[in-house]
């Protein structure tokens, strides 16, 4: 995808608009809890600042559903990234409207506005052309750089585009097509893929997709016993969808026509329940007891899954292997992640899609030992599955000249 970005503007002089993402936890007292997503937009706002632009960022936090939520107020997030960029960022308390308007017309070169939360108006979600109008009319260029969004046609994202000479894409959306898509186009191999998650619903047209392009793809989590169940076998209480059993039996058809290494699990850590106090044993596929359920990969797994990632030269995760937030069936997910990191260490290209799998590669402390986090795990699934994100899609093509 091979879209302008922002490194190929100047800003001077410029009122830009910039869809961020800030939709960031907040704690009871309006705290923020992790800045990540705030961070990773820094370079792309300095820039259009350092060139003498005037910043305009939009923004969601949370699903206030078309009405004005105290509790999900961008207002914390400007006072946040004031300290971070070390200057004054304004505050609107609303994104369209006379008060953004003259906020906006009021910037001076090198200053920051931020937006109140674009769900407050129902008109965001829904693409709406007016809505999306009055956004573009604070700005005279725009911006993408919330990669978490861009699977969604909404008015910031997409709808917004049309009242733009040029859309561009920022640094960290610029960051994500290059290594999601080169993963995709032209891998370093062996190329290894680890999907795991609860559902082999939300994995279906990723699998589908990976399986001409990968030359290993380790199944885990949940979804794992679909298709056990598919091959036959017991599965006690684990995790099953019933109807995508067929399903289940087609990709098993399927990788068999292949030439990809399918690697599914071949022990697991049961209990009776999903509790810190629970029982647990380690079993065989074979030999899950009829009361149990499967809540994380066995040793042996992850033994045979790490050697094949310190054989790898690219990697892609999405999906943790177990029910990894209890402690108890953790180590699967967790030591995957540290051997991701060890095989980056030693010369991989990791890639992380975002979600649960990013939380646990914090978990296990390694995060700043992957090649790439992806900030959309939405985003990041549908890129993996081979689909058009509307928000890539509705940006200016390079091609253009500037």
Not at 100 to 108: E, H, M, R, Y
Not at 291 to 298: A, E, Q, S, W
Request: with cysteine; proline share 4%; charged share 25%.
């Amino acid at each position: 995808m091979n879209k302008l970005s922002v490194r190929d503007i100047s800003c001077a002089g410029k009122r830009v608009l910039v869809r961020v993402d800030f939709n960031v936890p907040l704690d009871k007292q309006g705290r923020i809890t992790d800045d990540t997503r705030i961070v990773e937009s820094l370079p792309t706002i300095k820039k259009i600042l350092d060139d003498g632009g005037r910043a305009i960022l939009c923004s969601h936090l949370g699903r206030p559903k078309g009405k004005p939520v105290p509790e999900m107020s961008l207002r914390p997030v400007a006072e946040h990234l004031a300290d971070l960029l070390k200057q004054p960022v304004k505050f609107a308390d609303d994104c369209i409207g006379p008060e953004a308007d003259q906020k906006a017309k009021d910037l001076k070169d090198g200053q920051c506005l931020l937006l109140e939360n674009l769900r407050f108006h129902k008109e965001e979600e829904a693409n709406d052309p007016e809505f999306a109008r009055k956004l573009a009319s604070l700005a005279e260029m725009y911006v993408s750089d919330a990669f978490g969004t861009v699977h969604r046609a909404h008015a910031s994202t997409e709808g917004v585009t049309r009242y733009f000479d040029k859309a561009v894409a920022g640094f960290l959306i610029e960051k994500e097509l290059k290594y999601l898509g080169q993963a995709l186009a032209s891998p370093q191999r062996p190329f290894t893929a680890v999907l795991g998650g609860a559902k082999i619903s939300g994995k279906i047209d990723v699998i589908n997709n990976l399986l001409d392009k990968v030359d290993n793809l380790l199944i885990g989590g949940g979804m794992a016993f679909t298709f056990f169940k598919a091959m036959g076998k017991e599965i006690g209480t684990s995790l099953l969808e019933e109807d995508k059993i067929d399903l289940a039996k087609q990709i098993l058809a399927a990788v068999g026509r292949k030439k990809v290494n399918f690697m599914l699990p071949v022990d697991c850590i049961v209990a009776d329940d999903i509790k810190e106090d629970a029982a647990v044993k380690i079993v065989g596929i074979d030999a899950i007891p009829a009361t149990m359920k499967g809540l994380d990969i066995g040793p042996k797994t992850l033994d045979q899954f790490s050697r094949v990632l310190q054989n790898s030269k690219t990697i892609v995760w999405n999906g943790p292997m177990g029910v990894f937030e209890v402690e108890k069936f953790s180590l699967g997910t967790v030591g995957l992640a540290g051997q991701m990191a060890q095989a980056t260490d030693h010369g991989a290209v990791s890639i992380i899609g975002g979600g649960d799998s990013a939380a646990a590669a914090a978990k296990a402390g390694v995060e700043k030992r992957i090649t790439h986090i992806s900030t959309g795990g939405g985003a990041s699934l549908e890129f993996l599955e081979g689909k058009t994100l509307p928000g890539i899609a509705a940006l200016t093509d390079a091609k253009v000249k500037v």
